[in-house]
């Protein structure tokens, strides 16, 4: 079963970092690589258009933006990294759902989006998923 996959992984990644990082910050980047790695070589995932816009945002404000442009082409056009469309509803009940929770918005949506089709797995860097108690964040 395919695991989504959260827009850290995308921009631990991928961004530069502009001074010198912490061991366990370079143990992530190090992790992230690994995943997108897996990625790229073919393994299914699952994200959604708006954790796709996420990703897009911070890589198009931090790198060149061709190069940006060029890790969007690459998930784009992967057949194995399906991009789900996000509704109004889903919208509406991860607004919900982040207020009960303790999470913001795009988090509690990725949650609604797993349940939704069964999925119980998210690459991610960012613990809000552990308050998720039906989740399990993978870093690996």
Known sequence: M??????????HAYLRPRRELKPHERRIKAQARTIVARVNEGEAVVTSAVHFSEVANILEAWMRFDAAQAVQRGLCARETVEILSVARGDLLEALSTGSEVGVGTTDALAAILMRDRG?????????????FEDLRRVTK
């Open 2 to 11: 395919p695991r989504f996959v959260d827009a850290s992984v995308f921009v």
């Open 119 to 131: 999925l119980r797995e998210i690459y991610s860097f960012d613990r809000d998923f552990d308050r």
